[in-house]
């Protein structure tokens, strides 16, 4: 972790003082993006809409506030995220693609986020159009001609496109992964308006409720803490190898499986899932307005039921934290890698059986961490069942992805720190 003295030497560093000064002015431009709307904006209709739907409060959340400014990017990194996660989904179906991205190194992985870049362009169009439809029918936007309708379009994709740039530049930096980064700035950008809201809101009879949302939210971020730094490590011993005259192997080590292995993915492909019906609806109004209009009315009864809407979503994080984690880790390939490298689990007989093991603990992992973040996915309304308002809400999913980034720029930061140092003493 990063200490107070090592974080008084980033600015000390020439290099490392210059990365930290192009990202602050990346995210400088990105607040300011956030804040162009486009224009024929109800202010009044969008906040009324925004304050009786969850979803789009959470979709507002990885759009850095965009979409309730109902700016030029609006749909924020929304587009790119899904295109990663069908992309991955695709390499259980097309072989090439699974060893373009787990076998080919950087090279290969270059390549396929190149492809999920391609995929981004289709999404956002096919999203910008929903949204601008729903809001068009909820009396938030005019309703422009068709001109104006594929222009809208545009700059939404636009937006979306100029935001994976930035994204990679970031990244480029190596002081932590660019579209995390981006995200964790617009949770950060929506605190001073969370706390005047609260403030504002402040009654002294509800003092103790106070206090306990406070020592409630602490306790959370320590849970976050706790699990995002949690894994469960495999004893790994390696043969004596003779190569020439030399020795190799005869360690020991771990093979580290990580609680948090699937970070926020579950919970993003579970709003994908609940909002898919209102997209559907909205574009099946474009060819039967009577038939959208059904199909959104039940869509909107079913999710305006706070208890029906919850147990829903998280059963859906729950479900996807395996699904997932099975579409992301191999332990035929993690076995093979093992016995390749001449190391084995104690106990246990290389291939299939090796396999079997770690499968076995990467399912019980699972279910403590599909569980935990069942938990945090739906906290939001655990919160306001509890203090009886909707201004005393945590969200548990902005606290997770606050601090999971928060964690890995100063992992990141601290070994830039490292090898700074230790190239000073080596001169």
């Not at 950060?188 to 005047?196: C, E, H, M, N, Y």
């Not at 959370?220 to 894994?231: M, S």
């Amino acid at each position: 972790m990063l200490s107070l003295n090592k974080g008084k030497q980033v600015f000390k560093i020439p290099d490392l003082r210059r990365k930290v000064f192009i990202i602050a002015g990346i995210l400088v431009f990105f607040r300011l993006l956030a804040n162009v709307p486009i224009p024929g904006v109800n202010v009044e209709a969008l906040q009324q809409l925004f304050a009786s739907s969850q979803l789009l409060g959470f979709v507002n959340l990885f759009s850095g506030g965009a979409l309730a400014n109902l700016s030029v990017v609006m749909l924020g990194l929304g587009p790119y995220i899904t295109a990663i996660i069908i992309m991955q989904l695709l390499t259980m179906v097309f072989p090439k693609l699974k060893v373009l991205y787990y076998q080919e190194g950087e090279r290969g992985r270059a390549k396929f986020y190149r492809y999920s870049r391609y995929l981004t362009v289709p999404l956002a169009a096919l999203q910008g159009f929903g949204f601008l439809k729903i809001l068009i029918s909820q009396g938030v936007l005019a309703a422009p001609g068709f001109g104006g309708m594929m222009a809208n379009v545009l700059v939404i994709v636009a937006g979306s496109m100029i935001l994976v740039w930035l994204g990679e530049l970031i990244t480029e930096q190596k002081l932590g992964n660019g579209i995390s980064i981006l995200i964790f700035a617009g949770i950060v950008a929506s605190l001073p308006l969370i706390l005047r809201n609260a403030f504002l809101s402040y009654d002294p009879a509800n003092l103790p409720t106070y206090i306990s949302f406070v020592i409630l939210t602490l306790v959370v971020i320590g849970a976050i803490v706790f699990f995002n730094e949690g894994e469960r490590k495999v004893p790994v011993a390696y043969a004596k190898r003779i190569r020439g005259n030399r020795l190799y192997g005869g360690v020991a080590s771990y093979l580290p499986l990580r609680v948090g292995q699937a970070g926020v993915i579950p919970i993003i492909f579970a709003i994908s899932l609940l909002l898919f019906p209102q997209f559907f609806a909205q574009v099946i109004s474009a060819f039967s307005t009577d038939l959208g209009i059904t199909v959104n009315t039940i869509v909107n009864n079913l999710l305006n039921n706070q208890l029906l809407y919850g147990a829903i979503y998280f059963l859906l994080v729950f479900f996807f934290t395996y699904f997932y984690v099975s579409v992301t880790f191999d332990p035929n390939e993690i076995s093979q890698n093992l016995h390749r490298s001449g190391g084995f689990v104690a106990g246990i007989r290389p291939g299939k059986p090796t396999a079997d093991f770690i499968r076995s603990i990467v399912t019980k992992i699972n279910f403590f961490g599909g569980f935990f973040l069942g938990l945090v996915a739906i906290l939001p309304l655990l919160t306001q069942a509890l203090t009886k308002t909707q201004v005393l809400t945590i969200g548990g999913t902005s606290i997770l992805i606050a601090v999971a980034v928060a964690l890995e720029t100063a992992k990141q930061l601290d070994a830039e720190i490292s090898v700074h140092e230790y190239e000073r003493g080596v001169k």
